[in-house]
């Protein structure tokens, strides 16, 4: 079972953040595949009657959108969606590394994803993340540990070096 949020939970956790938010809603029959829910970032299902658990899908664009006309925009910038991409991928590449369980990493992957999504992180959070990832990956080879893959110079905070300076980095990528 998928973790899910109701529309007003939804509502709830996007008062005060700026930003847009697509709605991808699912099929009246059999509602989302297992490929379209990996693609989300939130879940929200409706709370139905046992008796007749199928609602129209006009009618739960309504309720959702419903809920989220209460809500007032804010001032808070949510992460953009290729920055979360970009973390996810130096976390599914820590992973790898560290010779996580191979058998699990598609279930973790998505886990993380889930959770990025109801952390609702700022676009500075997911970079500390990534420079948290970085370092510790660093470390791991510092001391011993599998080697790992160059994908380029690092800052401090994990995130790629643009420009003239990024040749002379050294220390794993990591800036001192």
Known sequence: RVP??????LADRL???????ALLLGREDDGLSREELAACDVVVSI????????MNISHAAAVLLY?????????????RP?????????????LVESEYHQHKLE??????????GRARLTDREVQTLRGVVG??????????????????????DGGEVEGEGA??????????
């Open 47 to 54: 709370p139905t009657s046992p008796e007749y658990p199928i």
């Open 135 to 156: 370092n510790l990956r660093w470390g791991a080879v510092h001391r011993g540990g599998p080697e790992v893959v160059a994908e380029g110079p690092r800052s401090r």
């Open 82 to 94: 290729e920055n979360l991409a970009r973390l996810l991928d130096h976390f599914r590449s820590a």
């Open 4 to 9: 899910s949020l109701s529309p007003r939970e």
């Open 15 to 21: 008062r005060g953040t700026a930003g847009e938010v």
């Open 67 to 79: 809920e989220l006309s209460r809500v007032e925009a804010g001032e808070v910038e949510l992460a």
């Open 167 to 176: 040749a002379g980095l050294e220390g794993g990528g990591v800036q001192e």
């Open 107 to 116: 279930k973790t992957m998505l886990m993380l994803k889930r959770i990025f």
